[in-house]
């Protein structure tokens, strides 16, 4: 049974820095892609960012681009999202995928 459990969400201020790790388990976590996706209040899920299974591969959504950084610890199978200068409209629940799996989330919320 798989399992990703997200954390390191909080309350940031405009400018400031967070970095979320998603502990992977129950699959072979080098065979799959990870990526991270967010839902705002009332809105759709949409996609963050995306990570290759060999890690040699990263792509980004436009409105993140240059500010957050994916990257994966094969060792410890956990993903991570090193997100900068964060802005108000990035608030919102973050979820890690591996395949068709989601974890629980995790809430971040950014203060003008």
């Known amino acids: 049974q798989v399992q990703l459990v997200e954390s390191g969400g909080g309350l940031v201020q405009a400018g400031g820095s967070l970095r979320l790790s998603c502990a992977a388990s129950?699959?072979?976590?080098?065979?799959?892609?990870m990526g991270w996706f967010r839902q705002a209040p009332g809105e759709e899920r949409e996609f963050i960012t995306t990570?290759?299974?060999?890690?040699?591969?990263?792509y980004y959504a436009d409105s993140v681009k240059g500010r957050f950084t994916i990257s994966r610890d094969y060792a410890k199978e956990t993903v991570y999202l090193q997100m900068n200068s964060l802005k108000p409209e990035d608030t919102g629940m973050y979820f890690c995928?591996?395949?068709?799996?989601w974890g629980q989330g995790t809430q971040v919320t950014v203060s003008s």
């Open positions: 995928s591996m395949g068709d799996n």
């Open positions: 990570i290759t299974y060999t890690g040699g591969s990263t």
């Open positions: 129950g699959r072979t976590f080098s065979w799959y892609a």
